[in-house]
């Protein structure tokens, strides 16, 4: 079974704080991806990575940054939190190759207030 | 760019009645199509997918949908459903180009089941 761990599931910051969100996968995976988790707004793609090292922007990437030292390994990192990014962070993998055949797995999200 | 409209934000139905979840995506070329759900309290996990063959895929649990290509449409059915059912369900779609691993995700749509 496929586990993808976030290491937080509530954080409390402060605005101004620097906010690292942690996230390791267990299964390999070329792809990891962050989103965050709105309600009336669905699911937003922050960042992606294809492979260690590599990221691309995804759909809101202002604010945030990513580090992808280690295969297993995400993280998303909020240089100076603001309280318009308090939200639910999910993180995703997935196997590389056809996207139409590689499904993503979830975490089970970290929410995250910035007061 | 691709995008995905989900024009049900909640829907309530009583335990045993059909259902029918509306998504629409906006793309000019081939796509791959899923359906993710979020059960209370849970990881987002995959519900079914559709990336070429039979417009009509099953998925876990009892679900299909049907990929309507002139309708650019991907619906989710269920002929009965239960009090489980009760979760949040989105449509998500990335265009079928090898590598890519963008995944757009419709707003969601809540479905209460009443027993």
């Known amino acids: 079974d496929v586990k993808v761990t976030q290491s937080s599931r509530y954080l409390v910051k402060r605005t101004g704080e620097k906010v690292f969100l942690e996230c390791v996968q267990d299964m390999d995976h070329e792809n990891m991806f962050w989103y965050r988790q709105d309600p009336g707004l669905g699911l937003r793609l922050i960042y992606f990575?294809?492979?260690?090292?590599?990221?691309e922007k995804g759909d809101i990437p202002e604010g945030y940054s990513v580090s992808r030292e280690k295969k297993e390994r995400f993280s998303l990192i909020l240089e100076s939190a603001s309280t318009n990014q308090t939200s639910m962070y999910l993180c995703a993998s997935s196997p590389g190759g056809d996207p139409g055949l590689g499904s993503k797995y979830f975490g089970a999200g970290t929410r995250l207030s910035v007061l | 760019a691709q995008s995905v409209s989900q024009h049900n934000h909640h829907v309530i139905l009583s335990e045993a009645a059909s259902l029918e979840l509306g998504c629409n995506y906006s793309y000019g070329g081939t796509v791959n199509l899923f359906w993710y759900v979020q059960y209370p309290g849970q990881h987002l996990q995959l519900l079914l997918k559709?990336?070429?063959?039979?417009?009509l895929v099953k998925g876990i649990k009892g679900f299909e949908a049907e990929f309507i290509k002139s309708k650019f449409s991907f619906n989710l059915r269920k002929p009965s459903v239960q009090w489980s059912d009760t979760a949040e369900y989105f449509c998500?779609?990335?265009?079928?180009?090898?590598?890519?691993?963008?995944?757009?995700f419709g707003t969601g749509t809540r479905l209460t089941i009443i027993p």
């Open positions: 559709y990336f070429s063959g039979d417009p």
């Open positions: 990575s294809y492979d260690v090292k590599m990221k």
């Open positions: 998500a779609v990335n265009a079928a180009n090898f590598g890519n691993e963008k995944l757009t």
